[in-house]
């Protein structure tokens, strides 16, 4: 595991999707962020490594479960969710 991913916040928890914006809908986690958060949090297998697939499945899931839509992109994962603002229209002279 690369030496800085534990100390990120993303290592230990899924961002929260009431966090983005309409500017900034979307977060990218990077592969090596992916994996020390199933490192810490994943359902092991008794024998052996966690395939990569066994790894992004476990985050994707877990983000879905969150609120967040997931795209893969190679072991990395964009979280992205729908945001929106609404508008109010100031009468004149207010």
């Known amino acids: 595991m690369h030496p800085s991913a534990r100390s990120h916040p ?16 979307a977060v990218l986690v990077d ?9 810490i949090y994943g359902e092991h297998p008794a024998a052996g490594r ?22 893969r992109i190679g072991n990395s994962m964009l979280l992205q969710v729908e945001v929106s603002i609404d508008i109010v229209q ?5």
């Open 90 to 94: 100031v009468p004149d002279g207010a």
């Open 31 to 39: 592969s090596k962020y992916v994996r020390a958060f199933y490192d």
């Open 10 to 25: 993303l290592a230990t928890a899924i961002p929260d999707p009431r966090d983005r914006t309409v500017n900034d809908p």
């Open 50 to 71: 966690a395939s990569q697939e066994a790894i992004t499945r476990c985050y994707q899931q877990l983000a879905e479960d969150r609120g967040w839509k997931v795209t």
